[in-house]
């Protein structure tokens, strides 16, 4: 390697290449004509195929010299700058995940090879047109009312709102000018000066906090804890402003898609234009634009889902994990990554600022902010005169209850009130479909699903069975598939559309409105809806965990759990922890703006202490019981622990593997870990493959990933077994 200086290659000389292709190790091959840079984006030669790589050093050259081939060409993105390897290597070493997949994640941008590419836009031209017609006036209007701006034939067309080829005939006459300009075009500059709120004193000093933490450049995270409606984002919009102004870039992931456009909207009134999106609601044109100009420096602030942390930020200052402890930003199939957990890691790569902001925190983050590694900062109240709600037990031991119904007196007086008020009432119930069970009255049997060990869902606006596992639907039988009885089916059990079935029943006038991911195709439909639930659509809204996540219902007053008691069933050992967040989220969207809210929690168990706590509204109290009990058992955060799941066509053979690996564990041994299992998965069978679990823990500061991969590394995958390893897992399906 000589030339220009350590980082740029001559052509001819060798370099190693990383691949998205998995083979697990860097290939050599010839830089290209022209020389290329360390991290270079290029394409070489594997085989027949072409394929996408970053140069990731110089070449071993260990391998017969005259077979070497070159780099075909090199990609016109910027180069990966050495802080993105750093972290895709340390990503790919902590989750224990081959770099060619970690890459992948990395480049997930379509048509990152093309050459630049061009499309047609249209501009105010010199000409005038040949006669005038009131839809060429329109058009004419729209670009002078725009100045200098150029639009796509569709979008000019569309605000216009003519036809296109009343633009085509005026590009003829030359009133309007056709041009071919490059499809990547940079983002509008944000303005951290347009349109700030007020703060309250407690925003205000929390603003200012994070804002110096901002301008020092330097790596910190900050737990920013306070109640929904207190004005977190308000004030993390701030740091925003902060990064902004000393020149870097900021990311703000939030954990749903549905709640991306109600925080553009937001992002439009303080900064004056749009930011940057990434998540799969995106088109596949200006996702490669967004990873292109987030390259360049021209994306100043991208709003995206956990994958946006994988974007190759120029010069990224600030990175906002909102709703932090939402199961959603841990990344369940293929690379399984805790997007919060990555975010850390990045920004200190970077020497850049974390907020992770809940109203609920992870017991992670509450207890690193224990044990000192990470800042906090507390907003106290309710913006305004918003104020919590009153929050009680309905202990359903006492009410008396019809069969096949869930909503008890006091819960339907509470129900009436608000109605006669004309003020909004939540049900919740986290349960998609109508029934969570379909069993024959004839034989008992209950329909599952053909190729999991899961039970068939009712979703009878689908009029279908579905298995919320793999996905499957299949129409409702009227013949129970087991005894072949006719018309003997019947539902058992809950789900949000049986429940909106028995609210309009109890309150024939009430318009009631349904919120659950499933009946909605599209994330603007959903939003549009919600938009419409806001301002006052319905009385009853029926809702399933999609609603707890910060949406604004300033009619809302009264919120109703269907069966508080749902989340503590199940062994999972962050149980407690969940409900107590979901509770409290769902109970945050009552009396968020003048009229006080109330939250009745439908309980057979008032008196679990979980039930207790959430009601008491003591959350140090709850945070530190929770953290004493995992402490005592070792458990995360407290102690280490991967999961295992092995899976095969054929159940014997999985768990001959996972036999097979209990015995042979010298090299966690060695580390003090302990293996448990093999048991089969709760949930045995998916898609056809038996899956068996195996659990491993550890202590806290043991070097488990090494050990793990020493110990994995000792057995041969044959035939059909798959093995997954999941390191700090949060579900244990
Ligand atoms: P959180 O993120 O904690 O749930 P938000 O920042 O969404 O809270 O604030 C809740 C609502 O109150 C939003 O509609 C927000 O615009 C409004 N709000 C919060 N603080 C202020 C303020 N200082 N001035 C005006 N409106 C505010
Ligand atoms: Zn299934």
Not at 62 to 89: C, H, N, Q, T, W
Not at 171 to 199: F, Q
Not at 209 to 228: D, I, M, N, P
Request: proline share 5%; net charge neutral; glycine share 10%.
């Amino acid at each position: 390697m000589s030339g220009k200086s350590a980082e740029f290659f001559d052509e001819g000389s060798l370099v190693g290449v990383l691949t998205t292709q998995p083979l697990d190790r860097i290939l050599d091959y010839k830089a290209p004509e022209g020389g290329c840079w360390l991290g270079a984006f290029v394409e070489v030669p594997l085989g027949p195929r072409k394929v996408l790589g970053v140069v990731w050093g110089s070449g071993v050259g260990d391998y017969d010299r005259s077979k070497i081939r070159s780099v075909i060409r090199v990609l016109d993105a910027a180069p990966m700058r050495a802080e993105m390897r750093e972290f895709l290597g340390r990503a790919a070493d902590y989750t224990l995940t081959p770099m060619s997949a970690m890459l992948r994640l990395a480049t997930r941008a379509p048509g990152l090879g093309d050459a630049p590419s061009m499309r047609l836009v249209y501009r105010l031209g010199n000409g005038a047109p040949d006669r005038m017609t009131p839809a060429r006036e329109k058009v004419l209007a729209v670009l002078e009312d725009y100045g200098g701006l150029s639009f796509t034939l569709k979008e000019l067309a569309e605000m216009a709102g003519v036809g296109t080829s009343v633009v085509k005939g005026l590009v003829k006459s030359g009133a309007v000018r056709e041009e071919a300009s490059p499809r990547d075009t940079p983002y509008p500059r944000l303005d951290p000066d347009h349109g700030g709120k007020k703060l309250t004193t407690d925003q205000a000093r929390g603003a200012m906090v994070l804002r110096e933490a901002v301008r020092s450049q330097t790596y910190g995270t900050t737990l920013l804890k306070g109640v929904t409606g207190s004005g977190k984002t308000e004030v993390y919009l701030e740091a925003v402003a902060e990064c902004l102004r000393v020149g870097r870039q900021a990311l703000v992931l939030l954990p749903e898609i549905a709640l991306t456009g109600e925080f553009i909207d937001r992002v439009e009134a303080r900064f004056g234009v749009k930011p940057a999106e990434w998540h799969s609601g995106v088109t596949l044109t200006e996702r490669r634009r967004c990873w292109k100009m987030v390259g360049q420096g021209e994306a100043q602030l991208v709003v995206g889902a956990r994958s946006a942390l994988f974007l190759p930020f120029r010069n990224l200052g600030l990175i906002v994990v909102d709703e932090e402890h939402d199961t959603s930003y841990k990344q369940e199939d293929g690379v399984l990554y805790n997007a919060r957990d990555m975010t850390v890691l990045r920004a200190s790569l970077n020497a850049a600022k974390v907020v992770l902001a809940s109203a609920t925190p992870s017991l992670e983050s509450w207890a690193n902010v224990e044990a000192g590694k990470y800042a906090r900062l507390t907003l106290e109240s309710r913006f305004g005169p918003a104020v919590l709600p009153q929050m009680r037990a309905i202990d359903m031991r006492a009410e008396e209850l019809p069969s096949a119904t869930w909503i008890s007196p006091t819960l339907r007086r509470a129900v009436q009130a608000r109605i006669e008020k004309s003020e909004q009432s939540l049900l919740f119930l986290n349960r998609r479909g109508y029934a969570p069970v379909t069993l024959c009255r004839a034989c008992g049997a209950q329909i599952g699903c053909d190729d999991c060990d899961a039970r068939m869902v009712e979703h009878r606006f689908l009029k279908r069975l579905m298995c919320h596992q793999c996905g499957e639907t299949k129409p409702m039988p009227t013949v129970c598939p087991t005894c072949e009885a006719e018309d003997r089916l019947a539902p058992v059990g809950p789900g949000v559309e049986r429940l909106a079935e028995e609210a309009q029943t109890a309150f024939p006038d009430a318009r009631i409105a349904i919120l659950s991911s499933d009946l909605y195709g599209s994330g603007r439909a959903l939003k549009e809806h919600i938009a419409e639930i806001a301002e006052g659509g319905c009385d009853i809204i029926i809702g399933t965990q999609l609603v707890a996540k910060g949406h604004n219902f300033p009619l809302l007053t009264l919120v109703g759990v269907i069966d508080a008691d749902l989340g503590l069933q199940g062994s999972d050992l962050r149980a407690a922890e969940r409900t107590f967040q979901l509770m409290r989220q769902v109970a945050g969207r009552a009396g968020r703006a003048e009229a006080p809210g109330e939250a009745l929690l439908q309980t057979f168990q008032p008196e679990h202490s979980v039930i207790r706590a959430i009601l008491g509204g003591d959350e140090e109290a709850f945070w530190a019981a929770e953290a004493a009990e995992r402490k005592a058992a070792g458990v995360p955060p407290y102690g280490r622990m991967a999961g295992i799941v092995i899976s095969s066509t054929e159940a014997a053979q999985a768990f001959d593997l996972g036999n097979e690996m209990a015995r042979n564990d010298m090299p966690l041994r060695r580390i003090g870990a302990q293996v448990f299992g093999p048991a089969p998965a709760p949930i045995a069978r998916v898609r056809g493959r038996h899956r068996v679990r195996l659990l491993v823990k550890a202590e806290k500061g043991a070097p488990l990933q090494q050990a793990l991969a020493q110990w994995v590394g000792q057995f041969r995958l044959k035939g059909e077994l798959r093995l997954a390893v999941d390191i700090d897992p949060q579900s244990f399906l």
